[in-house]
């Protein structure tokens, strides 16, 4: 089964600092990472995602994530954060074949300080 | 299109009582996800769909709660008898699965149901 692991559920960061939330995911077979981003009272939306190809994948809003295999991980960094981006951040997995069922990791909150 | 879409928005409702949500996908998708989010648990997958047919229901919490998707436009969560621990916001996601290039869920905005 697979299985993703968020390692911090609050991120507080002073706004123009960089950021990286952390997320570990397990799985035995290939997978396609994501991650999303839900701002308070809203739905979740997608910041970028990982399929094939390059490690390193650029989403919206200047985020991205660099997928590594060897260490089970795909952590997202931002090099210089804005208030906006307060929110809550979601990693999740799911196969590449077979029933696309997607697991999420428990979030990270991430607190932009003004 | 419009984007996933889920009616009510917020619901109050009293223990006891049968609360249906419901949920319309975005045309053309051949999944669609039920979630339930609390403050305790994170972000939980209760059952999903592939063209209208319930693949894995797993994360049904109990016999209390039921889905069913009765076409490819329509899908409903049905909790009866509903109790407080049930008050969470549930989500509703639509994807459509594009074999050896993956997609992501899209989702809607999510109903906030309180049991009192």
């Known amino acids: 089964a697979q299985s993703v692991t968020q390692l911090d559920s609050q991120v507080p960061v002073f706004e123009e600092a960089p950021v990286e939330l952390r997320c570990n995911y397990s799985s035995s077979v290939s997978v396609y990472l994501f991650w999303y981003v839900q701002y308070p009272n809203q739905g979740l939306q997608l910041l970028l995602k990982y399929l094939s190809g390059s490690t390193l994948v650029k989403g919206i809003n200047g985020f991205e994530a660099e997928f590594n295999k060897s260490q089970t991980s795909f952590h997202l960094r931002k090099p210089s954060v804005h208030i906006s981006d307060t929110a809550e951040y979601f990693c999740a997995v799911s196969f590449s074949g077979g029933y696309q069922k997607v697991t999420f990791g428990i979030g990270t909150k991430l607190q932009v300080i003004p | ?116």
């Open chain 2, 1 to 116: 299109d419009a984007g996933v879409i889920q009616s009510p928005r917020h619901e109050v409702t009293e223990m006891g009582q049968e609360v249906t949500l419901r949920c319309k996908p975005i045309s053309g998708h051949d999944y669609l996800f039920w979630y339930r989010q609390t403050m305790m648990r994170g972000l939980e997958l209760l059952i999903y769909f592939n063209n209208n047919v319930p693949i894995d229901d797993s994360g049904m919490p109990e016999d209390r709660f039921s889905a069913k998707m009765p076409n490819a436009s329509f899908s409903t969560l049905k909790i009866q008898p509903s109790e407080p621990r049930d008050s969470a916001v549930y989500f509703c996601a639509s994807s459509f699965f594009w074999k050896g290039k993956g997609t992501e869920a899209f989702f809607g905005q999510g109903t906030r149901l309180t049991v009192v």
